[in-house]
């Protein structure tokens, strides 16, 4: 069974840094894009940020400058490098990514993974 499964988040002081982490395993054929997402209290699930295979990203203006998403294609592995963290970044934090499984007939599928709890405050 194919699944996504994040870690790295916790507790950090305004101004500092946290990285996320998202392995992809199971039945995995390829992955297409591959990205993370936030959803704060009481708001609706964002797009933070996206890279697709040949590298290019693309970032939610609010996190521009701050946070860079990379990944590693041999590992299926994502992560997520957040510096300046601002209280208003206090999310929880998934990992989305497309993925085609080794049963080809199935196609490219969407997963979510459970979620990692990233606070920011003093």
């Known amino acids: 069974q194919t699944q996504l499964v994040e870690s790295g988040g916790g507790l950090v002081q305004p101004g500092g840094s946290l990285r996320l982490s998202c392995a992809a395993s199971?039945?995995?054929?390829?992955?297409?894009?591959m990205s993370w997402y936030r959803q704060g209290p009481g708001k609706q699930r964002e797009l933070v940020a996206t890279?697709?295979?040949?590298?290019?990203?693309n970032y939610a203006d609010s996190v521009k400058g701050r946070f860079t998403i990379s990944r590693d294609n041999a590992k299926n592995m994502v992560y997520l490098q957040m510096n300046s963290l601002k209280p208003e970044d206090t999310a929880a934090y998934y990992c989305?990514?497309?993925?085609?499984?080794?049963?080809?007939?199935?196609?490219?599928?969407?997963?979510w993974g459970q979620g990692t709890q990233v606070t920011v405050s003093s």
């Open positions: 989305y990514a497309v993925i085609r499984p080794q049963e080809l007939a199935l196609g490219w599928r969407a997963y």
């Open positions: 890279i697709v295979p040949g590298g290019r990203t």
């Open positions: 199971g039945s995995i054929f390829s992955i297409n894009a």
